[in-house]
């Protein structure tokens, strides 16, 4: 978690809004699993982290639990990611921060 602290201290709103990108479109990702008929499939998955309280869980609490398991994957991609893109974004814009 420090390192996302320092990242968002290096690149401000930038880090923020590639956050948010990374959270949507996992949501969104295992929004559509559920909704496409694995929903057992990740209930077997999310009952052996969890418990078993999720197995009557609806689909928005489900994608919202599966979303939470993956943030240390997030934040493990988020802080090598952000540098990278910043500096296409900066090469792409013509500016180069310091």
Not at 8 to 17: D, N, T
Request: net charge neutral; hydrophobic share 50%.
């Amino acid at each position: 978690m420090e390192k996302f602290k320092e990242l968002l201290a290096e690149y401000g709103q930038f880090a923020i809004v590639i956050h948010l990108s990374l959270y949507m479109c996992t949501f969104a990702v295992f929004f559509m699993i559920i909704q496409f008929g694995m929903k057992d499939w990740l209930l077997g998955h999310i009952e052996s982290l969890l418990g078993k309280e999720y197995a009557q869980a609806g689909t928005i609490l489900l994608t919202m639990a599966a979303t939470k398991l993956t943030q240390p994957l997030r934040l493990m991609l988020l802080i090598p990611l952000v540098p990278f893109l910043k500096n296409k974004w900066d090469e792409r814009t013509g500016t180069h921060s310091e």
